[in-house]
């Protein structure tokens, strides 16, 4: 089977591909509605948080983390980048496969060792997909491969998805810190359960206690 120019599968491992030709690249319909889900999605959490969800400790980095995906999947589409936004988009997908299963698992059947296996498998992915292949395979061809075929009025739209990509990379490292110290203590015999949840709960149940008291 042929494979045509549009598709992800075509500079998927060359990702000297990403930029050739721009910007007359054409977008697949399957890469079209893969952004239409992913912007509806990422618009969802962003409301849906501020609404309705409980502010964890990460609360404002989960809201930095969300309109910067959509600045950036606004921004790509619009400027034909779509190629290195399926990437990108591809390689965040495939990291929370893991995370999925190991909060399945966990309301399912909490503390057992299906949830620290996934879990383990969701740490192992995050590091490889967010803080290996995104800032070197993904963000380094922005950078290096994209100045090459960029006219001149056109290098503001490389720097500034550049910066909202490295303010991704920041926040991998913050969550990858959390990740790792929930690894630590589950490691070290203690019950594997998010940190941001218990302090949420330490949180909720003082105020309970407050209310109880008066």
């Not at 995050?126 to 100045?147: E, G, Q, V």
């Not at 015999?189 to 998010?194: A, H, M, P, S, V």
Request: glycine share 6%.
């Amino acid at each position: 089977m042929l494979i045509q120019p549009g598709c992800v599968y075509a500079y998927r491992w060359d990702n000297s591909k990403v930029y050739e030709n721009f910007p007359f690249h054409k977008m697949s319909w399957k890469v079209q509605w893969y952004y239409f889900i992913k912007l509806a999605f990422y618009t969802s959490l962003s409301i849906t948080g501020v609404l309705f969800d409980v502010a964890r400790k990460d609360f404002w980095e989960m809201q930095l983390h969300h309109w910067t995906t959509i600045l950036l999947m606004v921004g790509s589409y619009t400027s034909g980048m779509h190629r290195i936004g399926a990437l990108i988009l591809l390689v965040h997908d495939i990291s929370d496969v893991g995370l999925e299963w190991a909060k399945g698992t966990n309301y399912i059947w909490e503390g057992s060792k299906a949830t620290e296996i996934f879990f383990g498998i969701f740490a192992i992915m995050f590091l490889i997909c967010r803080l290996i292949l995104y800032p070197f395979w993904m963000i380094y061809p922005t950078i290096n491969h994209a100045k090459h075929d960029f006219c001149s009025r056109e290098v503001w739209i490389l720097n500034f998805h550049a910066g909202l990509l490295i303010t991704l990379v920041c926040l991998h490292c913050f969550w990858m810190y959390l990740i790792t110290n929930i690894l630590i203590k589950a490691v070290t015999g203690n019950k594997l359960e998010d940190s941001r949840e218990a302090a949420d709960s330490e949180e909720n149940g003082a105020v309970d206690d407050d209310k109880k008291g008066k």
